[in-house]
């Protein structure tokens, strides 16, 4: 007899209740940055993007030619010291506005990185009882089962003996066991 499963007709998927959840977390976390944060966000997206550019080219272009002589107007910097001292100043408190950015995204990947980790860690554990059961179930059955890896995928692994081997092979290079 097959079975077919579907989502409930009462609730979402898994899938879209997922996405909702995640939706909601990104909200939330938008709503708590700092006032600082959100200013060098924007500070970053603005400076990030082509009218920025566009900007800054037409600025340059046109101190240029008034402190070459090619316009009417007079010029104001013939030596183009106060041009290299507004880029400067400039290029250093967009830096920082860029890094301030970075370090708060990285903090959010980071965030993350520990709970696809956390959700690895959890699927392993999970998928070696699920082994072992279904396991029992064909000794109990007697079913034949291929024994090559069952008893390595049985045995739970810890993340600290992966961590090591993964440190072990950098610093000595891959080996293959």
Sequence with gaps: MEQTFTKPPDGPSVVARN???????????????????????????????????????????????????????????????????????????????????QNRMQREADRRADLDLQISLLTEHELTRTIQLVNAIAAKVGAQVPIDEIEELQRDISPEQVLDAIDKAATNGPSIN
Excluded: C, M
Aim: aromatic content about 10%.
């Design 19 to 101: 996405i909702e959840a995640l939706l909601q977390r990104q909200s939330r976390d938008q709503q708590s940055r700092t006032l600082q944060q959100r200013i060098a966000d924007a500070v970053t997206a603005a400076a990030g993007s082509l009218p920025f550019v566009y900007v800054h080219l037409a600025v340059v272009i046109l101190w240029v030619l008034v402190n070459v002589g090619w316009t009417p107007l007079k010029a104001f910097d013939p030596t183009f010291v106060l041009l290299a001292t507004a880029a400067s100043v400039e290029a250093i408190f967009l830096s920082t506005f860029v890094l301030v950015t």
